[in-house]
């Protein structure tokens, strides 16, 4: 596609999506219990969102680029934070004005700097986080009671790699790995625990390559849905995946609660991201209907409980200490997680449904099927980034 047409069709596209009579245009990829929450809080507040929910992932990503590159954006979008470095730079995205954020309570220190700093590009706020939304670790309440890994009623603290192993080894662990990027974001974690710098770290990296590897050779290695269902089902003891999946094992009634992702290494972190709005390019925005964008945002914000039901943290500090929030478990908790998050590196190749997550999700997940060695993953990896950073960035 040239870039007239390319710059034609995201005109097209937009004009399409943002056509509605009187509401302001409002672009996500929400869906199943996520799509439902959401139209709940569109719902819920006094300003008019025409939503639109766009298939998750690269369509989604592909769309928004195109329909801001020709000005023609809807009023509001979603971003996975981690996108930002990818859209922001390029143009794609308008900034807010922080004094309209401040008039509406929505200031740095009312949020987590480990997200509130990655919103921020040249100076300037170009999102506004929603929530956090990390790894964690499920575990089925009765298989680890009988493993003798519970006290009081609650998981006992794991740390370092011989009480994990030690654990999963005891209770069983189903691992969605398999064609899917949950081992970037296992090996991101694992890699940042040990303070690794920049994009790759070759001891670091290989120490983390080495653990999923001993990992993969005792656990129940699957794509992401036989991983559910052999958790739901009862047949493992631990799950490792992101909380996104927690409304499925409630409705499954499964005996199951949540802790933070252990700390195995030198450090807490844990691979996270976070849904985020933001003002996609429109030429000629016009300052009305911004200011009114703005004044959606904080009221989706104000409604981010509701959010937080599907096993998101909220961003918003009112809500995340809120007495309501506490008493949803076990939501609450692994709450800690926020302060710990780790978003992928701050590169336009990088995040959410990127080129990244999905070379090196399938490398790594090869680690832990045991078809590739860790050795011979780090050299697969060292090549995947060489080949990104060496790719033309899009202009």
Request: glycine fraction near 10%; hydrophobic fraction near 45%; charge should be negative.
């Amino acid at each position: 596609m040239d870039r007239r047409t390319f710059l034609l069709a995201g005109a097209a596209l937009a004009t399409a999506a943002c056509s509605g009579p009187s509401g302001l245009g409002y672009w996500n990829l929400f869906s199943g219990g996520d799509g439902s929450r959401m139209m709940d809080m569109v719902g819920a507040i006094d300003t008019r969102l025409d939503a639109v929910t766009l298939a998750w992932g690269t369509p989604y990503y592909t769309k928004l680029a195109m329909a801001a590159a020709g000005g023609r954006a809807p009023d509001l979008a979603i971003l996975h934070l981690s996108r930002l470095p990818g859209f922001a730079p390029l143009g794609l995205l308008d900034p807010f004005d922080d004094d309209l954020l401040a008039a509406h309570g929505l200031t740095p220190d009312r949020f987590p700097p480990a997200v509130w700093n990655r919103a921020r590009h040249d100076g300037r706020t170009y999102a506004v986080p929603l929530d956090t939304h990390p790894l964690v670790l499920f575990y089925n309440t009765e298989l680890c009671a009988r493993a003798g890994l519970l006290e009081n009623g609650r998981l006992k603290p794991i740390r370092g790699p011989e009480q994990l192993l030690a654990a999963f080894d005891k209770a069983g662990l189903a691992l969605a790995a398999a064609r899917d990027v949950n081992p970037w974001r296992l090996f991101w974690t694992l890699y940042r625990q040990q303070n690794g710098q920049g994009l790759l770290d070759d001891a670091k990296a290989l120490t983390a390559l080495r653990l999923l590897a001993k990992i993969g050779a005792t656990t129940r290695f699957t794509d992401n849905n036989a991983a559910v269902a052999l958790f739901g089902s009862g047949q493992a003891g631990f799950f490792w995946n992101g909380e996104w999946e927690l409304p499925t094992f409630q409705t499954q009634h499964t005996p199951f609660d949540v802790a933070p992702f252990p700390q195995v290494y030198d450090r807490p972190a844990v691979h996270a991201d976070s849904h985020s709005f933001v003002l996609p390019h429109q030429r000629g925005r016009d300052p009305q209907r911004t200011a009114e964008t703005v004044a959606a945002v904080a009221e989706l914000i104000g409604q981010s409980l509701t959010w937080a039901r599907g096993g998101h943290i909220p961003a918003y500090q009112p809500v995340a200490t809120s007495q309501e929030y506490l008493n949803l478990v076990p939501q609450a908790d692994y709450r800690s997680a926020a302060a710990q998050v780790e978003l992928d590196p701050p590169e336009w190749f990088a995040g959410a449904a990127s080129d990244l997550q999905s070379a090196a999700g399938a490398t790594i997940g090869a680690v832990l099927g045991g078809t590739t060695s860790p050795d011979g993953a780090l050299d697969e990896l060292k090549a995947t980034l060489v080949r990104l950073q060496n790719t033309p960035r899009p202009a």
